[in-house]
């Protein structure tokens, strides 16, 4: 039977016929989702790519910061951004209602932590979360507390997201809840769908 | 000056004294602060102003301060391993900062900053930049 979805609408999976859980049940099937999931959201076309603004190849700096005000520790080594606080960066763009700047002792950045409403736009990949840190020298990002992470195609919640950049992997652990999109060429859903079983 | 502590050394092209302020041409202040390592203000004019009456609000009682303000292509180099750039600076005996609302650049070996308005203490870590901060990391 033809499956009549709506066009490039997010649709829970509940309405699918699924809705995922994190069970010790539902452990097996949960791993291949997430693996196929995670499939989506690193293979899908760039995305967020008309909204990702770019350091420039040729600039001297590797990020810019803007922000409504900050507070230079310099005994502390840090900078603390406040009041819609935007960094981009190699990282992706992050904005924030609070971004600090940890330099280690020869003024490299060692770490970036971004608070309140703090999302992340990198370039295949919108994420967001209570707290993004950023650790550049190992290549790590971490979103923390309620953290989110979608793409076109999919849509992910869990307590923490960590990126491995280096490598291009993505975990999420603790609570996850996802949906994935599906596309169709008919008129919008409605409660005669088919639903996948 | 045997026994004292130097905070800071002033010095001018020229300089012109009148009853209320001395007017100062090709101005370079010298701070030492405890510490830290020494840095310098320049400017292209500079006014000295001492024992300023000004009357505080939580003694009730009218109290005396030095006043420095400083214009024209400020420079204050080597403060917090940076060189800062504004039009104009203010400092006073009261507060011991330094503050503007003008425009600033401040340039260090692998990092610089823009924003308005600046606000530090010569003898202190912390300088804060008021409003439409953007800030370049190498």
């Given at each position: 039977?033809?499956?009549?979805?709506?066009?490039?609408?997010?649709?829970?999976?509940?309405?699918?016929?699924?809705?995922?859980?994190?069970?010790?049940?539902?452990?097996g099937?949960?791993?291949?989702?997430?693996?196929?999931?995670?499939?989506?959201?690193?293979?899908?076309?760039?995305?967020?790519?008309?909204?990702?603004?770019?350091?420039?190849?040729?600039?001297?700096?590797?990020?810019?910061?803007?922000?409504?005000?900050?507070?230079?520790?310099?005994?502390?080594?840090?900078?603390?951004?406040?009041?819609?606080?935007?960094?981009?960066?190699?990282?992706?763009?992050?904005?924030?209602?609070?971004?600090?700047?940890?330099?280690d002792?020869?003024?490299?950045?060692?770490?970036?932590?971004?608070?309140?409403?703090?999302?992340?736009?990198?370039?295949?990949?919108?994420?967001?979360?209570?707290?993004?840190?950023?650790?550049?020298?190992?290549?790590?990002?971490?979103?923390?507390?309620?953290?989110?992470?979608?793409?076109?195609?999919?849509?992910?919640?869990?307590?923490?997201?960590?990126?491995?950049?280096?490598?291009?992997?993505?975990?999420?652990?603790?609570?996850?809840?996802?949906?994935?999109?599906?596309?169709?060429?008919?008129?919008?859903?409605n409660?005669?769908?088919?639903?996948?079983? | 000056?045997d026994?004292?502590?130097?905070?800071?050394?002033?010095?001018?092209?020229s300089?012109?004294?009148?009853?209320?302020?001395?007017?100062?041409?090709?101005?370079?202040?010298?701070?030492?602060?405890?510490?830290?390592?020494?840095?310098?203000?320049?400017?292209?004019?500079?006014?000295?102003?001492?024992?300023?009456?000004?009357?505080?609000l939580t003694?009730?009682?009218?109290?005396?301060?030095?006043?420095?303000?400083?214009?024209?292509?400020?420079?204050?180099?080597?403060?917090?391993?940076?060189?800062?750039?504004?039009?104009?600076?203010?400092?006073?005996?009261?507060?011991?900062?330094?503050?503007?609302?003008?425009?600033?650049?401040?340039?260090?070996?692998?990092?610089?900053?823009?924003?308005?308005?600046?606000?530090?203490?010569?003898?202190?870590?912390?300088?804060?930049?008021?409003?439409?901060?953007?800030?370049?990391?190498?």
């Open positions: 039977m033809r499956k009549n979805y709506h066009l490039n609408k997010v649709i829970p999976l509940r309405r699918l016929g699924f809705y995922l859980l994190v069970t010790k049940k539902q452990a099937f949960f791993a291949g989702l997430i693996f196929v999931s995670f499939f989506i959201l690193s293979a899908i076309p760039i995305t967020f790519g008309e909204e990702v603004s770019k350091i420039n190849d040729e600039s001297l700096y590797k990020r810019q910061i803007t922000a409504d005000s900050l507070r230079w520790e310099y005994e502390a080594k840090t900078a603390i951004f406040t009041g819609n606080a935007t960094m981009i960066s190699k990282e992706g763009n992050i904005t924030a209602d609070k971004m600090t700047i940890f330099f002792e020869k003024d490299e950045v060692e770490k970036i932590t971004a608070e309140g409403n703090a999302d992340l736009i990198r370039e295949k990949q919108k994420c967001g979360a209570e707290i993004i840190e950023i650790y550049p020298d190992k290549d790590l990002i971490l979103l923390e507390k309620s953290a989110w992470i979608s793409s076109d195609k999919a849509m992910f919640r869990g307590e923490e997201i960590s990126f491995d950049t280096g490598k291009e992997i993505i975990n999420i652990t603790k609570g996850v809840k996802g949906e994935i999109q599906t596309e169709s060429e008919e008129e919008p859903i409660e005669n769908m088919v639903e996948i079983q | 000056m026994g004292e502590i130097i905070k800071w050394e002033l010095e001018a092209d300089a012109q004294f009148d009853e209320n302020a001395k007017t100062l041409k090709g101005v370079k202040v010298k701070f030492y602060p405890q510490d830290k390592d020494p840095f310098t203000i320049k400017a292209d004019d500079g006014v000295v102003k001492e024992n300023v009456l000004v009357e505080n003694v009730g009682e009218a109290e005396k301060k030095d006043e420095i303000y400083l214009k024209n292509n400020v420079q204050i180099i080597g403060y917090l391993n940076s060189n800062i750039k504004c039009d104009s600076l203010s400092w006073d005996s009261i507060s011991e900062t330094m503050h503007t609302q003008d425009k600033v650049e401040i340039e260090a070996e692998k990092w610089n900053i823009n924003g308005e308005g600046i606000e530090f203490s010569p003898s202190g870590d912390i300088m804060t930049i008021n409003k439409d901060v953007t800030m370049q990391i190498n």
